[in-house]
């Protein structure tokens, strides 16, 4: 129960640009090692450039609805689910977590948000040279948008989330450490993304949201 434990005790919240959360040590060294040997197509392979979104289709920043997979970037991304699961025992110990109402509740207690009838959806991300995302707020869909990085390879820290206020000034950075993240929930001004930065290797981390829309992990009620 790393998770909880984290959110009750090594959690801090910030309020400028606008409301997150960042937490220290929720992932135990098990489920780091499942992150960091998660097998993720390199885009770049295939010859085909970093545009500035997850989801390689040039997307608008704005608070917006959103698609449900992963775009035109589907097969370069590693959403844990039901057909691939068997290769994640650990993070599949996560999601049971994110999914206990003791968890859940908690987070929306925090965020102000009602997750009772939400979805769980988890990406592995490994980010690499070239990699950026414009400054963009998350689709309505995403009841709570976190990441949780693993630092492998001993990169920069600041090659960690940039947040922006509504006139898009890059305000803060947070800090790309091993086991370290934050999260928050989506608004209209919750402006959040990466500069183009120098990455030596790799950039891995967890994508973790509470959604509106049905994935193979269902909240418990």
Known sequence: MELFKAL???TKSFEIPFKHWEIDGPLNSETIKEICNADILDPRNDNIKYDGTRALDGGKGNYREGIKDGG???KYRCYVERENVSKFPNLKKFIDELSSQEVYKYIGSLIDRDLSN???????ICDRQGFWLKPHCDIKEKLMSSIIFVNPFNESENLGTDFYDE????IKTAPYRDNYGYFFTSGPNTWHGMEKKEIKKERRCIQVNYVTFKTDWKVKN
């Open 8 to 10: 009750k005790t090594k």
């Open 72 to 74: 035109q970037a589907k």
């Open 118 to 124: 939400s979805y769980v959806r988890l990406e592995v």
């Open 167 to 170: 006139k898009l000034n890059r």
